[in-house]
């Protein structure tokens, strides 16, 4: 079993840059796979990144170059560095976790708003 609890999400101006934070706690084993979705109106759910226990990243091609997630281990902590936001980029960001897959457990979710 895993909790997760997002923050730094936000108003933030096209161009700007934001820092998401989860904070995990639980059983590690069910930690191996970590990331971040959003969802925003009238969109599909998507996939913004995902990052395993040993560092292995993948990126949704809308966010490549622009978003890294990493995570301390020590600290069952995982983050997303937004920078070079777009409008496009608001929505509603989830923190998830898995032992196999990163969509066993999710969080209640932070909100991004992008000014234009």
């Known amino acids: 079993q895993v909790q997760l609890v997002e923050s730094g999400g936000g108003l933030v101006q096209a161009g700007g840059s934001l820092r998401l934070s989860c904070a995990a706690s639980?059983?590690?084993?069910?930690?191996?796979?970590m990331g971040w979705y959003r969802q925003a109106p009238g969109k599909q759910r998507e996939l913004v990144a995902g990052?395993?226990?040993?560092?292995?990243?993948n990126y949704a091609d809308s966010v490549k170059g622009r978003f890294t997630i990493s995570r301390d281990n020590a600290k069952n902590t995982v983050y997303l560095q937004m920078n070079y936001l777009k409008f496009e980029d608001t929505a509603i960001y989830y923190c998830?976790?898995?032992?196999?897959?990163?969509?066993?457990?999710w969080g209640q979710g932070t909100p991004v708003t992008v000014s234009s």
């Open positions: 998830t976790a898995g032992p196999y897959s990163v969509e066993k457990y």
């Open positions: 639980g059983d590690t084993f069910s930690m191996h796979v």
């Open positions: 990052i395993t226990r040993g560092g292995t990243t």
